[in-house]
């Protein structure tokens, strides 16, 4: 069968540019959605599809594919199964591959690969949770994107391994990357196998080659099933990760959160190059989209199922610092570890007293925040320096919808006498510049999602292009869109239908696409949706119309199982991160429930009430109280950290307005909004201690 080009002009609604290349599962192309935008297009091979069983077990990895959750996650964007030509939609997304930068730039410093070795961890770490494995981890399929790497094409890894690949007698993956166990049998490559390529790739990004190179296939899969690897050239500070991960046992490999420990626990001096290559790279290809000129992106723009988004700063080209931090490094020269050319800072955001508290969130290198006269601005997260700022003369209470590779995203829910609407700004990213303001009529509720603008119009679901606002598609009649991640930009779209009471009483999932349900599950009858994460929707259950909670659910959204757990007394629900309850006490009593094994896990006096939802870093769960002040605990005892108080400045606002704001967690780096529009950021090591927070009680409820 004929594995080259096709001549295709539409999959979908989807219209054809030109061909990206072909490989081993069939070929890629650039698209357009009607509204312009450039997405990538794998579209299998015809022998492939012909086999049987090919089809459903390719549905069933996309469906998969869909449920890698969480920050780390690059969405499908649409999929045919069934149609004469299977294919799947992604996200396009520009840069180069590791392989490419390596061979342009030569092998990166140990800073620049421990850095690469966390954010592809977490990846594989995201994809294994949902049950799929990669099996073709090289360096060409993980992407340097502008805003970090990208582990890309393993949807449909397996379910061609399951089929045609080994039925066939090819070899299926890489032979420089794969595992002993690959070679002997492609049937029983589990997940260690990913975590064997994991320390192959490592080793080629530090030093240029593979640790098992050899002149011809069958030399290579010798070397990785008989011999030692080859790891010269590879800093010592290394060793400790990629030795584990090239054991020849796969039971004998690391798993992914003992190699995770391992590398938050011994963290490199970071470079402020942070790929520089591939960042130039990619703003020059974004650039020449915009333009409506196709680029030959690598081959790792298409079939990109899930990807990892990893803080990486962006700087002015340089040499790397490769130089470890000493055991007597100061507080205040070990922040470059963590964040470099970061000092502490404080920057008043706007002048006047605060309508709207400020809201701020990180994403692609930068600090993005809203106030009551600033509807967007964007700032140096490691200087605080407003690199824009874009204001207005009206009281609002602007919303920061989301940020996308080209826009900021700005919205302002109006109540007239005749009907609701939305007005949405959106603001060039890079430069602040306006690109539109339009008013919704009908729009009751919007959010941005996978570059994406959803608004309920009408009744409706529509979908818009966030740059220039035009319309995609109108479905899903009849559904309401599920607020998560209150002003944030999150990979999935979620609705859900209401009784005439206001509870929700079923929620589902729907395509970026062309808004086709995915999955409907119905919600248990009296109960509150708090978030969906993953396979499951977290709950909770009132005795009355109040704020305070006395029940918290967690529903499969598969099977329709409930777990549940009764508090005794309400509280109030400060939010929900990973498998664990976060709840608040009248009198100011932190506590924390873990919904899987139904107990509470500790309760903590913190002598404040009003506290924001939490953020969760490495071992520390914080809070931002109404007074502005920061207090960190113990996430796994709620033991009392330390706490941090914004100074005090006469007659300016001491309290929040309104909610309180969140804070920005970016490992040792806390920034946090003050209730007078200022923003300050300390480093969590250095915060103080004084007026302690109180005790903390553990309890196997």
């Known amino acids: 069968m004929d594995r080259g080009e096709r001549s295709l002009t539409a999959l979908g609604h989807y219209q054809v540019a030109e061909l990206l290349g072909a490989g081993g599962m069939g070929q890629v192309y650039l698209a357009y959605s009607p509204s312009g935008r450039a997405v990538a297009v794998k579209v299998i091979r015809e022998d492939l599809a012909a086999r049987p069983g090919f089809r459903e077990r390719f549905a069933r990895e996309v469906q998969a594919a869909r449920q890698v959750s969480g920050a780390f996650t690059a969405p499908v964007l649409d999929a045919d199964t069934t149609g004469d030509v299977p294919w799947m939609a992604t996200q396009y997304v520009t840069g180069p591959t590791l392989d490419d930068a390596v061979k342009e730039r030569g092998p990166f ?9 966390s954010g592809l961890c977490e990846a594989l770490r995201d994809i294994h949770r949902v049950g799929l494995v990669h099996r073709d981890f090289k ?5 340097l994107a502008e805003d970090g790497p990208r582990v890309i094409d393993f949807g449909i890894s397996r379910v061609v391994d399951a089929t045609a690949l080994t039925q066939s007698g090819e070899m299926m993956g890489t032979p420089l990357f794969m595992a002993p166990e690959q070679f002997r049998d492609p049937r029983e490559a589990g997940s260690s196998a990913d975590v064997f390529a994991l320390g192959s790739v490592l080793v080629y990004a530090a030093t ?5 190179d050899a002149d011809t296939p069958f030399a290579i899969a010798w070397n990785a099933v008989h011999e030692e690897p080859n790891l010269s050239g590879l800093p010592e500070s290394l060793r400790p990760v990629v030795e584990p991960c090239l054991r020849k046992e796969p039971s004998a490999r690391p798993d992914l959160e003992a190699l995770l420990a391992l590398l938050s626990s011994r963290r490199e001096g970071r470079s402020q190059q942070a790929l520089t290559p591939g960042a130039a790279l990619a703003r020059t290809r974004r650039k020449r989209l915009r333009r409506g000129v196709p680029t030959l992106s690598a081959l790792v723009c298409a079939a990109l199922v899930v990807g990892v988004w990893l803080w990486w700063p962006q700087s002015e080209r340089g040499e790397a ?8 490094t100061s507080p205040a020269t070990a922040t470059s570890v963590h964040f470099p050319g970061w000092k502490p800072w404080t920057t008043q955001l706007a002048d006047g007293l ?7 969130r990180y994403r692609s290198a930068a600090l993005w925040c809203t106030e009551g006269s600033t509807l967007a601005a964007r700032l140096d997260p490691r200087t605080g320096k407003v690199l824009w700022r874009r204001t207005t003369n009206d009281h609002i209470a602007p919303v920061l919808l989301g940020v996308t590779q080209e826009a900021v995203v700005v919205g302002e829910y109006l109540v007239d006498a005749q009907t609701d609407s939305y007005r949405i700004w959106t603001f060039d990213a890079e430069t602040g510049n306006p690109l539109r303001e339009q008013k919704i009529a009908g729009a009751e509720r919007c959010v941005v999602a996978v570059e994406t603008l959803f608004c309920v119009q009408s009744g409706a679901i529509t979908a818009r292009d966030p740059v220039d606002m035009g319309h995609m598609w109108t479905a899903a009649s009849g559904w309401d869109l ?6 944030g930009s999150f990979d999935n779209v979620y609705v859900v239908k209401r009784a005439e009471n206001g509870r929700p009483t079923q929620v589902g999932e729907i395509t970026q696409g062309d808004g086709t349900l995915l999955w409907l599950r119905d919600v248990p009858q009296g109960a509150d949706l708090a978030t969906v994460s993953g396979n499951y929707l977290y709950a909770t259950k009132s005795s009355t119309s109040g704020t305070t909670v006395n029940r918290l659910l967690r529903i499969d959204r598969r099977t329709g199982a409930v777990k549940s757990l009764d508090l005794g007394l309400p509280e109030e629900l400060l939010g929900v991160v990973g498998e664990v309850f976060y709840t608040c006490s009248d009198t100011g009593v932190v506590s924390a429930y873990d919904i899987s094994a139904k107990r509470r896990m500790w309760s903590s006096t913190t002598l404040q009430a009003g506290l924001s939802a939490p953020s969760v870093d490495g ?3 914080q809070f931002m109280a109404q007074d502005g002040t920061v207090i960190a605990l113990d996430r796994r005892t709620g033991g009392a950290l330390w706490q941090n108080q914004p100074s005090k400045r006469g007659v300016r606002a001491t309290e929040f307005s309104g909610p309180v704001p969140g804070l920005v967690s970016l490992g040792d780096v806390i920034i946090a909004p003050a209730p007078d529009l200022r923003l300050r950021s300390f480093l969590a090591s250095a915060a103080s201690t004084a007026s302690p927070t109180g005790g903390a009680t553990g309890s196997g409820r």
């Open 482 to 487: 599920l607020p998560l991640g209150y002003g």
């Open 354 to 360: 605060p309508d709207v508290s400020p809201t701020c």
């Open 109 to 117: 410093p140990a800073d620049e690969v421990w850095q690469l070795a």
């Open 208 to 212: 240029g080659h593979g640790p098992f």
């Open 619 to 621: 071992d520390r769960v």
């Open 139 to 143: 360096p060409g399929n993980i992407l």
């Open 321 to 328: 610092n490769t130089t470890r931090p000493s055991a007597t």
